[in-house]
């Protein structure tokens, strides 16, 4: 289930925030959680 179904909007603001994150696989995974949604 894509995570825009589950929180809609209020997962974008988390997930780019984690864009920033220092590790490399905490950034994929946000971008391809944003791709989705």
Do not use: H, Q, Y
């Not at 825009?4 to 780019?16: D, F, K, S």
């Not at 925030?17 to 949604?37: F, G, P, W, Y």
């Amino acid at each position: 289930m894509a995570p825009g179904a589950i929180g809609g909007t209020r997962a974008v603001e988390p997930l780019i925030a984690a864009l920033n994150d220092k590790s490399a696989s905490v950034r994929e995974e946000a971008a391809e959680a944003l791709e989705t949604m």
